[in-house]
């Protein structure tokens, strides 16, 4: 597989013999970085599939940076480092950070990291993925239990009578029951409210 690899790395040379390993490796577009900065505009700009970051100790502001980009555009990002204590990993993996390589970066170790980073981003994205699809499938039931309550409350329904009258209100507007639960407790509040 073809990579687009961001290498940020504030040593030339040893950025040199790295970009010279992935390229060997068979990746095609490694683009270069000589610090963190202004990493999340060259995320935009290049749109990479993965971020090699090599520092000799992550600092607050580059694992700020990284942050930012796992926040506004998710990548894999592999940190390779020569100097590191427990603190620093823990924020590093909050940063977004899906590999952590202490004892610097050789051009031999960067494929299998590269592999197992990639792995556990996108198993990492789908566990993410499969959460929100959960959270938002909660926040429909709860909109549709409220709306049975109003007309519950309103209009004397029985439980069964009221998700049956919103189910056939959904089906005859062509609109998912979640909307038609909205538009019900939104006229309910305008109605209360005045």
Known sequence: MVLRILLVDENAERCRVVEAALTAAGHGVVTTASGTENLLARVREIEPDVIIVDLDAPNRDALEHMRSVSRERPKPIVMFVDQSDDAAIGEAIRAGVSAYVVDGLSPHRVKPVLEAAIARFQAFQAMRDELEKTRATLAERKRIERAKGILMQQRGMAEDEAYKALRKLAM???????????QVISISELLTNN
């Open 172 to 182: 005859d507007r062509g609109k998912p029951l979640a909307e038609i639960a909205e």
